[in-house]
């Protein structure tokens, strides 16, 4: 008897690791309950997650993050983030909300706080550190959430508005502009951040014609203005030009 | 079958049955209040929480109402009557697991019709706030993710899986049953085997990693892996009520997986039964 | 030959006792034989193997060595039980069923279905007299309704043979009086009777043999007038009869050469004066 259960075990284990990778691969299981669940959660908020309660314990942590966010304890916060990301990691919001509150609430905070940290200098580090910590939270989201639209362009926005890189800004924005669901808008922002970049103004002109000539809907203030001021900073013969009237 | 229906009518008449529904209710409608206190989606944590204990609450009472079945009639000396009767051991399982299927199905219908109600009431709630409150010009936007994050029929197939989880745990409790002298060890074991069945994954892969482990807890760890299920294979439906969306066939691999495992279960329960001394 | 309703041949039955190697051998190459419309006693005292007997031959328990059959089919085959009903020793059925759900219940299990089986039903509650109580739950019934419910659902699958292990074993008088009563109903029905009590006045009114079981072994078995009556003595009991008229009996009893071995007055039957009793009463 005994004897039978274990030949069938030796046949089903590896049928049910094969179902597991299936099951991470259409975006299932990918929760990691370890040892850092353990010490937030306690031994059985663990044993909940672990059967069957795993998304309330999330809900959970995310609920106490909310409370260190009320009292703006940035360390404390950034480990219940992590705790609750980790526990439900295809909540979108969480790892959105997650790099928020990191890399604009905590950062803009410890850049301001002169009560905390006298010297500016290391004000701008912690500043610097938060915006590195957000960019972290939405790397890792998009890992777990590769198809998401949303989380490349909050990616794109943290390069472009926080950390001034803009080509990385750019290709974020594009590969958002590759999924499902993505904005309108982000593909004309990838080519504006494009522009930003020094030697890529050529690449960026031809994103921005390809998109001029897509039709109205995209003819923007904003990108008739900087087409304008790339075909002239390019020299592009004026029969070329896209934005002289005269051509088609 | 007349079996069937009597484990029913009998675990219906139980007043464990009506506690724990009780217990489910509460937590469902308790959820309510906590909806409050997320920034996220406000109907999030309602789902959560409602399908969390829909998932606990069905596998307990199938837990708590198998434990008990075999030891009450063998102690009642109920079974000598039944079996005294031309019918079959192995027709005498059958039933009371069927009854057993029946009274988790039941419960889960009736908690799911019950969430769905709560789910239902609060997105009409939402959706009216969110028309007051947002401009025309995203009203349509937002309503549709109020809708999106509210009920969705992926959440059935979710829903099925926890049934045949609690299933599958049910068997086995009744197998445990078949061989053990009390009710309250059958609990225990299955409450042990359910914990065991649950970081099944995580042990495969600590098991996987070289070194490190030694070799006793290496075969300790093997003998698990091949006696229990991995019942985490059916905890997706958190994944479902965040708008992961299920495959046809990895639905149908996973009930398949589960309806084999329940199947071999069952099949050792009736050997084990049927040669048990009464 | 007619097949016997009940046929036991060399049954042993040995348990294993948990922590010790020795068995407990519970019936020892037990031999018997019920033919088909005889009222069968098991006697014996606690521990010595009734119950277990019964048990293998309804399949429960599986025999050690040896063979039973019901009616020529053997006790491993199910279809064998097509023709049994059992009321086992203290019986307890499902508490929240009612009277005749239980019944119903039963009957299902034999196969039985629709209105067959619900007049069925109805009138074996009304041969054990538990009408008035059909829809009350087993939760509230008393240990002798039990017991006769136990009966009716014995009966419930027309069976041509009951096996009845202690049937009035914590009944009180009346109610073990009532259920003496059906016994001997069954048997006029020609329903073959197997059963065992510790009540021996009842087992002598109602039993046409008897066997006697020690330690899971048979000491003896007869027909119960053969065993117990001594075919050399003779009782006589007189009403108003004087002292002067018994010595004149005994001195008569003298001459002839027959021994006078008691006299006494009779006691009445204890059991009959509560009888007696308690229906004036009610
Ligand atoms: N399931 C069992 N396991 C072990 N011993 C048992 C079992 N059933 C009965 N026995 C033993 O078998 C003997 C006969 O029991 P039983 O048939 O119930 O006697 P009776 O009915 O004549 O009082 C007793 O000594 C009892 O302890
Ligand atoms: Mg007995």
Redesign the pocket.
Known sequence: MLFGLLAFGVLKTPAEHHLLEEERACGFQLAQVNNNTRAQLGQMGFIAALSGFRAVMADFLWIQAGNSFESTDWARLEVFLHSATQLQPRAVVFWEMAHYHMAYDAAIAVKGDESRQPNQALRRRAEREFHQIGEGFLLRGIQFNPDNARLYECLGNLYKNRMQDHLKASQSYACSAQKPGAMGYVRRFAAFELAKVPGKEQEAYEQLKELYLEGPQQRVPTLLTLLKELEQKLAVPEDLRVSNPQNP | MALAHNTFLELVRQKVFYFLLLFALLIIGSSLFTVEFSFQSPLQVLKDVGLGAMSIFSWLLGLLCTAMLLPKDIEDRTLYTILAKPVPRFEYITGKLLGVFMMIGLSILLMSVLFAAVLGIREQQELAEIARITPVEELEAALAAVRASAFQWNLLAGVALIFLKAALCSTLTLLLSTFATSSVFTVLISVVVYLIGHVQGIAREYWLRPGEVSLLVKGGIAVMALLFPDLQLFNVVDEIAIGTKIPLDLFLQVTGFGLLYTVVYFMVAQVVFATK?L | MKTPAISIKNLTKE?S?PFRTER?R?VRSLSLEVPAGEVYGLL??????????MKILLGL?TPTAGSTEIFGISSRQVESREQVGFLP?NPYFYKYLTGLETLLFFGKLCGQRGSELADRAAELLKVVGLESASDRRLSGYSKGMLQRIGLAQALIGNPKLLVL?EPTAGVDPAGSHQIRDLIVQFKEKGITVLL?SHLLSQVQEICDRIGI?NE?ALLLEGRVNDLVSAHNQTELLLENATPDFLNEIERRAAECGVRVLDRRMPQRDLERFFLEVTRNKS
């Open positions: 001394e | 348990f006792i407990l519970a014996g005292p606690n521990g010595s193997g009734k119950s277990t007997t328990v020793e292990d065992c079981l899971g």
